[in-house]
């Protein structure tokens, strides 16, 4: 069903942690969070689409990013991705 779905950044991996929506892959607890973006879905896929800024302290910056998705079912978090920007 329709629900909001998230996908966010930080600064570090985290060991994989277990949880009842899935695997934590991401460090929420202790590192920065560098981006956040949230969207409503109809309980089908949705494309987050944002522009990245024109700083060039940015170029090489590692993140690692994961998305959650909620509807009537529950929580879902998704695979985590390791993101260098500019490579």
């Given at each position: 069903?329709?629900?909001?779905?998230?996908?966010a950044g930080?600064g570090?991996p985290?060991?994989?942690?277990?949880?009842?929506?899935g695997v934590?892959?991401?460090?929420?607890?202790?590192?920065?969070?560098?981006f956040?973006?949230?969207?409503?879905?109809p309980?089908?896929?949705v494309?987050f689409?944002?522009?990245?800024?024109?700083?060039?302290s940015l170029?090489?910056r590692?993140?690692?990013?994961?998305g959650?998705?909620?509807s009537?079912?529950?929580?879902?978090?998704?695979?985590?991705?390791?993101?260098?920007?500019?490579?």
């Amino acid at each position: 069903g329709p629900g909001l779905a998230h996908v966010a950044g930080y600064g570090a991996p985290l060991p994989a942690l277990p949880t009842p929506a899935g695997v934590i892959l991401v460090d929420v607890f202790a590192s920065p969070r560098i981006f956040r973006l949230v969207t409503a879905h109809p309980g089908s896929s949705v494309l987050f689409v944002t522009q990245i800024p024109r700083d060039v302290s940015l170029i090489g910056r590692a993140m690692f990013v994961q998305g959650l998705c909620s509807s009537a079912r529950g929580l879902r978090l998704s695979n985590a991705l390791d993101v260098i920007v500019g490579r």
